[in-house]
């Protein structure tokens, strides 16, 4: 089995090593032995035929920081998956130190609010010295993914440079700025007017981005952020066209529960894009044009008819990702659910 993940950063990352702790030997019995519907989805499937992952990680939220070329989402994926990641955090380096950070600020070097430790530092110069080389973002990402080894294919949406900016306007005036100052040094306080991958239309699919679509077996959402990270890897072209026409089920996992995001301010971005922050609402911004299934939360079970009303096939069952076992029963669930709607 052949499965294509379209991830965003922590909520991605922590889904991808829920899955991959699924699909070891020994995941479950076969397909059909329990009810999806069962909140025990632990033995939902048996997935010990897998064999391969590919995960698409967002670029538009990388930025260029005191020279360097930083990727949050593709690292966060690569640190959590290799076994460095913060786990506190959910972003950067375990066990990090903060001197080089320090001594810029003693020299009046900004930006301050953007946090860079030490060893992630040397993830960016690598990756800034070889893209300086002439090597694309694909080929470093490979050369940096061998040192952690994360146990999957690790692929940016795309070698071009994309960036998601957002519109806003404040105190200081109507203007677009970059989404890492909306989401980190703005907190997501100010009303998002609108979000632009900026450079999108003009990117094109890193290799491989399209061969492992068409070539997928079953194709997963996680719960990233519907609009800045699987909304902007659907932004560069080719990539939606090639998910909505693969042979593969599509199917969601939901990060909206009881109406409200489970992680970050999801919230804040929907709106900008006329969403509302509910489980039924994200489904139908995918739309049956994209998703073949899509899971909810339990506490957002009601949603199950309208969803479905929609022409995607839905489910409820905890979608909290309390630990690696949970979000393990998760991924099966949302491997079961693939099989239901190509069945």
């Known amino acids: 089995m052949r499965i294509v993940v379209l991830a965003g950063g922590i909520g991605g990352a922590r889904f991808l090593r829920g899955l991959k702790e699924a699909v070891t030997p020994g995941g479950g019995p076969p397909p059909g032995d329990a009810d999806i519907t069962d909140t025990n989805v632990t033995d939902v499937t048996d997935v010990t035929d897998v064999t391969d992952i590919t995960v698409i990680g967002n670029t538009g939220d990388d930025i260029h920081l005191f020279g360097l070329k930083v990727c949050p989402d593709l690292d966060t994926v690569m640190y959590t998956l290799g076994g460095g990641i913060n786990e506190e955090q959910g972003w950067g380096r375990a066990a990090e130190s903060w001197s080089v950070k320090e001594e810029l600020k003693a020299y009046g070097v900004g930006p301050d609010w953007f946090g860079l430790g030490d060893r992630d530092f040397a993830t960016h110069i690598v990756r800034t010295q070889m893209l300086a080389a002439g090597y694309p973002l694909s080929a470093v990402t490979e050369a940096l993914c061998a040192r952690w080894q994360p146990g999957v294919r690790l692929l940016p949406m795309s070698d071009d440079r994309v960036e998601t900016h957002v519109?806003?306007?404040?105190?200081?005036?109507?203007?677009?700025?970059?989404?890492?100052?909306?989401?980190?040094?703005?907190?997501?306080?100010?009303?998002?007017?609108?979000?632009l991958p900026v450079g999108a239309e003009d990117a094109a699919p890193a290799p491989g981005v399209l061969e492992a679509i068409a070539e997928a077996d079953v194709i997963l959402f996680p719960p990233s952020n519907p609009v800045v990270s699987i909304g902007?890897?659907?932004?560069?072209?080719?990539?939606?066209?090639?998910?909505?026409?693969a042979d593969a089920p599509v199917v969601g996992l939901s990060p909206i529960v009881g109406g409200a995001p489970v992680r970050g301010m999801a919230d804040k971005v929907l709106a900008a894009v006329g969403v509302e922050s509910t489980a039924e609402a994200v489904a139908r911004h995918y739309g049956p044009g994209l998703l073949d299934g899509w899971l909810v939360d339990t506490a957002d079970a009601d949603a199950v008819p309208a969803v479905e009303a929609a022409g995607i096939v839905c489910r409820a069952l905890p979608l909290m990702m309390t630990d690696v076992q949970a979000t393990a029963a998760m991924a099966r669930a949302a491997l079961a659910l693939a099989e239901e709607v190509r069945g």
């Open 167 to 195: 519109l806003v306007e404040d105190g200081e005036g109507r203007r677009a700025v970059h989404f890492q100052e909306y989401w980190v040094r703005l907190r997501a306080e100010v009303p998002a007017q609108a979000i």
């Open 232 to 245: 902007t890897i659907l932004a560069v072209p080719g990539i939606r066209q090639a998910v909505a026409e």
